[in-house]
């Protein structure tokens, strides 16, 4: 027999909000990596180019899909944490639909992501060595289509991560809350490494300090995050405060402390950037000696818009 429930409730859908919220801020870095590519196509006189269509196609069917798990979330948690149900989870018709609605966008993104060139995020010259000739753009396009299009990677994985610690845990919400970590940790190991770190390893000669301000900074936050995130007397008080005396999460001081630690990431990355010699956006496409800066440019302001949607994360989340 089908379960036709959604087991959704007011913060079954602020919580699912969170958890999809990653992937929104990927998915908006992915949409200005196709906007880049859709430039430069016109620039080569490729007005039909076909990998531009489907990208166009995945513009649509991404955000549309994961409208539609925001709904079907609560169900996943329902049957396969709260209740361990696994056999009534798989016959769920949300938990059905759920699943179709990540894997589907998820293989035709993958169709774009696994070619050769677009899948050397490793490489910067094998990026560009590798690059498809059906997809014929030259510099700086190549590196900003695949630089986005790893964090659209990155926004699905971080979903599916998080949907797994929250059914890991089943209904230990002390627990549970510190699923935000998934995020707060992926999101800035990847944009550091991608970015700062990347920037530094070519020997720039200047801008340094920018680059380090933005590990050393994020280092900082990122730790004391992940304090408060699992520490007794951090969210996990919050979660007992709540659950014991119903008071609201948001008077519990390691809430404030998260946000505040969390702004305080945002407003230094975005005042360190604005003081910028050469790392700026558009040509040249070389810093102070370091060239390639289509590779690692984007993942400066890639951590920017990580944070901004970490706020909006984990407000709803919490």
């Known amino acids: 027999m089908v379960d036709l429930t959604f087991h959704i409730s007011a913060s079954g859908f602020f919580c699912s909000v969170a958890v999809i919220c990653p992937g929104f801020v990927g998915y908006y870095l992915f949409t200005l990596g196709v906007a880049d590519y859709s430039r430069g196509c016109h620039e080569a006189g490729n007005f039909d180019d076909p990998t531009l269509q489907q990208l166009n196609r995945l513009l649509f069917v991404i955000p549309l899909c994961a409208l539609w798990r925001v709904f079907c979330a609560p169900s996943v948690w329902h049957h396969f944490a709260e209740k361990r149900d696994f056999a009534r989870g798989i016959t769920s018709l949300p938990v059905i639909l759920w699943i179709a609605l990540w894997v589907v966008p998820f293989v035709m993104f993958c169709s774009i992501l696994f070619r050769p060139g677009v899948r050397d995020v490793l490489s910067v010259r094998s990026t560009i060595e590798n690059w498809p000739i059906d997809m014929p753009v030259s510099r700086p396009y190549q590196g900003l289509l695949s630089t986005r299009c790893w964090a659209m990677f990155g926004g699905f994985d971080m979903e599916l991560m998080w949907h797994m610690w929250i059914v890991m845990w089943g209904s230990d919400l002390r627990q549970r809350v510190g699923g935000i970590s998934v995020a707060i940790v992926m999101f800035n190991a990847g944009m550091l490494a991608g970015g700062p770190c990347n920037f530094l390893a070519r020997g720039p000669q200047v801008d340094v300090w920018i680059a380090q301000a933005y ?32 008071a609201a999460p948001w008077s519990h001081w390691s809430v404030l402390a998260w946000l505040v630690l969390l702004v305080l990431q945002l407003t230094a990355c975005q005042m360190v950037l604005s003081r910028a010699i050469e790392l700026k956006g558009g040509p040249p496409l070389e810093v102070g000696g370091a060239d390639f800066k289509e590779f690692y440019f984007p993942r400066f302001w890639g951590l920017i818009f990580a944070c901004r949607g970490m706020l909006v994360s984990f407000t709803c989340w919490i």
């Open 215 to 246: 590990i050393g900074v994020s280092l900082v936050v990122v730790f004391c995050l992940l304090v408060l995130n699992h520490a007794e007397c951090g969210l996990k008080a919050a979660v007992d405060q709540m659950k014991c005396f119903g």
